[in-house]
């Protein structure tokens, strides 16, 4: 089963792939086997992309060089092949071409370039009166006359004059006209032609190709809006388109188709399908293989899938075969699914083949004579009278009318029995009620018999399922195709859900903080089943009971929170308390309902004030920085001033220590000496001489003798090196 469906995908891919059909995704091939409608731009697709030019006619005395200096110098960054065309021609003829100052392209209409003084505006009528230049009758009358002979006019006017008219002319593809015819075998029930040109060239040319339907003159978003109607109508839509212009409708189409070859490189980009060859013959076998495709995933799936398994299910249950068997019967079904998917890549070729003429001729040659056949049978029943065989009926009817109507009885009740059989599933549990009242009972997974209805009724749900509940947005089930890829990659204020599947709900998500600013919030609830019989007996609209009280309890905490808070670090407090908010009304409901989580998406201030917002939030950016700069200063200063006030007064205080400590010291000292002095006198004054000499003398010898023992006192004066010093040479020393 998990082979079925990318094993013949892929296979079909491949086969289109080996032809040119770049297919670039399953869902692509699975769209395009349900088209109906194919729709073709007409420049270089229907047609071979590759115009002339085929006239230039001049206005106001200019020449041909000159229109198409003019022409080439507002074509001259434009993509589109008429561009390229007018720069060829230019180049061809070497005639110079000023740079460009100013480029715009008009979708659909053409371009405007100006250089210096000068203001050039190519492009078709419609671009002309968008940009209020007035068409003379002379050039109107060149214009008639151009789509008369089947020429797409192109308009050259400068500084808002019309100067000329170029006329150009592009030719059908070889292919167009039976890769149309092919299409319409293949089942396409409308062919249509789509294009920006004027209408008489394009009517002709859908004449030739032999379509359904030409509508001409269009815009891009017009084009869009014509694939749209036929949407609207019950179609499924395939665009083909090469340029630019064809972009926009190559993504609303069901699938878009673009030419590889001289398609831009966003309609490649843009496209499901790319014809890597530009033919145009291969959009028929695209359909074929796609459609070839389902119809072999059908059958893998029902005859491989399913078939197979069921009877090796049944044959294995019937002893059969054993684990052994069971293993290569798995085996040879999913060879067989392979295989079976392998043969759309030889689709189409064996047609082709000697074999295959031959079969084809076999078959036909059997057909004619089943024909023959089954006209004797006719020939030889027509002869019993229609009448007799409905008598005949009637009769045995009669005949055996106790039996069936005692075998169709049996049968109704049998029938009518069975109904009562139930398969709960392993994520599923069922509420039982009998005669509309609930039993009490749960089902728990597996299979069940209960009374037929309307005795009992069996209502499941899964309990484990997780729903969400939307606030402030709607994410849509259905959407235009391909439409989510208009979502932009990133969102910000400015740049917010534009597109896709997502439905803006104002009225939820315009909230007011508890500041006063006003903000946009789209959240979402993620919630369960807890209580399977409040859910189901009590609870009618269980998600817009949450959205409820989740926007009440949202709008009431938002509105006592900042701005700030809700921006940043409050976000995760908020959705903690809007989820037990909503959780203890749900309870005071009995809803039956349990809470998961409460996760807040998109929180931004309001569109239509970002710029304002912006602005102030600048302001009290700056305002916090200067305050936080002063506050700074402030705090730095006090503090250093604290610091040094503390150290002066240490110091102060220590100094004052030290003096008094000092003078205590002297005192004491002086005391002690005082206290000496009385004790002994004589010792004291020896000492006090020897201080007083040691003072005068300092630095010098000296030699004490004791005068008791000599008789008398000398003084010996000795120099430096000890030698002694002579009385009369003292004071000379």
């Keep these: ?199 008489r060239v394009a009517q002709s040319i859908g004449r030739d190709a032999g379509v359904d339907e030409v509508q001409a003159e269009l815009l891009p978003h017009q084009k869009v809006e014509a694939i749209t109607r036929l949407q609207q109508a019950g179609h ?14 190559l993504a609303m189409a069901d699938v878009g188709i673009a030419m590889g070859l001289t398609g831009t490189d966003i309609t490649i980009e843009e496209a499901d399908v790319v014809l890597t060859n530009d033919r145009l013959d291969r959009l028929p076998l695209l359909i074929e293989v796609s459609r070839a495709t389902f119809t072999v995933i059908r059958q893998n799936i029902w005859i491989f899938a399913l078939m197979v398994n069921v009877l090796s299910v049944l044959a294995a249950s019937y002893g059969l075969f054993g684990p052994a068997g069971a293993a290569a019967t798995h085996q040879i079904s999913a060879l067989l699914v392979v295989l079976n998917s392998l043969r759309l890549l030889g689709y189409g070729t064996f047609d082709k083949s000697v074999i295959g003429r031959r079969l084809r001729q076999l078959w036909h040659e059997a057909g004619h004579e089943l024909e023959h056949a089954n006209h004797w049978l006719r020939h030889r029943t027509d002869k019993l009278s229609l009448s007799a065989s409905w008598h005949s009926s ?27 059989m139930c398969a709960i599933g392993p994520d599923e549990t069922a509420v039982v009620r009998r005669f509309g009242r609930k039993t009490g009972q749960r089902l728990v997974p597996g299979l069940h018999f209960r009374l037929p209805w309307p005795v009992e009724e069996v209502t499941r749900l899964r309990p484990a399922h997780v729903q969400v509940a939307e606030i402030g947005f709607r994410t849509m089930a259905t959407a235009a195709p391909k439409a989510d890829l208009a979502e932009p ?20 998500s315009l909230m007011l903080t508890g500041d006063e600013n006003l903000i946009e919030v789209n959240a979402v609830v993620q919630y369960a089943v807890s209580a399977p019989d409040d859910f189901l007996f009590a609870t009618r609209e269980p998600a817009d009971l949450i959205r409820v009280a989740a926007e009440s309890a949202l709008r009431d905490l938002i509105g006592r929170t900042s701005l700030d808070a809700v921006l940043t670090e409050g976000r995760a407090e908020i959705e903690l308390l809007t989820r037990e908010s909503v959780q203890r009304r749900l309870d005071e409901y009995r809803s039956g309902l349990r809470v998961i989580a ?32 002063a506050e700074a200063y402030r705090n730095e200063q006090v503090e250093l001033a604290r610091g040094l006030g503390l150290a002066r007064l240490a110091e102060a205080a220590g100094y004052t220590a030290s003096r008094a400590n000092r003078a205590t010291g002297d005192a004491d000292r002086f005391t002690q000496a005082v206290e000496a002095f009385k004790d002994s006198r004589g010792v004291t004054e020896t000492r006090l001489y020897l201080e007083a000499m040691e003072q005068v003398l300092a630095g010098k010898k000296k030699m004490i003798i004791d005068a008791s023992k000599f008789g008398r006192r000398q003084m ?7 030698f002694a010093i002579a009385p009369g040479t003292l004071e000379e020393k």
């Design 236 to 249: 499924r839509v395939a665009m083909i388109g090469d340029g630019i212009n064809d972009a926009p409708a």
């Design 598 to 629: 409460v996760q807040l998406q998109d929180v931004h201030p309001s569109i239509e004030v970002v710029d304002a917002f912006r602005d102030v939030s600048s302001a009290f950016e700056e305002k916090s920085t200067l305050i936080n700069q």
């Design 1 to 199: 089963l998990i082979l079925a469906t990318p094993a013949a995908v892929v296979a079909g891919i491949g086969r289109l792939a080996r032809d040119g059909v770049l297919v670039k995704s399953g869902a692509a091939l699975e769209a395009m086997a349900k088209v109906d409608c194919v729709v073709f731009d007409k420049t270089g697709t229907i047609t071979a992309g590759r115009p002339v030019i085929v006239n230039m006619t001049c206005f106001n005395g200019h020449s041909e060089n000159e229109l198409l200096q003019m022409a080439a110098l507002a074509e001259q960054r434009s993509e589109h092949v008429i561009a390229q065309l007018i720069l060829g021609e230019t180049r061809l003829r070497g005639l110079a071409i000023a740079a460009a100052e100013e480029f715009v392209i008009d979708p659909g209409l053409g371009v405007a370039a100006r250089s210096n003084s000068q203001r050039v505006i190519v492009g078709n009528l419609r671009m002309m009166v968008a940009h209020n230049i007035a068409i003379a009758d002379g050039a109107e009358a060149v214009l008639a006359a151009l789509e008369a002979d089947g020429g797409s006019p192109v308009i050259i006017a400068e500084n808002g004059i019309v100067q000329g008219v170029i006329s150009v002319r592009d030719s059908l593809r070889p292919e167009s006209k039976r890769a149309i015819h092919q299409l319409r075998h293949a089942g396409i029930a409308r062919v249509v032609v789509l294009t920006g040109d004027r209408n």
């Design 716 to 722: 010996l004066f000795v120099d430096q090196k000890g």
């Design 394 to 420: 009637r009769h045995w009817l009669e005949d055996h009318r106790r039996s069936v109507t005692k075998y169709a009885a049996a049968s109704l009740i049998l029938l009518y029995a069975t109904s009562g």
């Design 489 to 508: 990659a990133a969102y910000e204020w400015n740049l917010q859900h534009r597109g896709g599947r997502y439905e803006r709900k104002a009225e939820e």
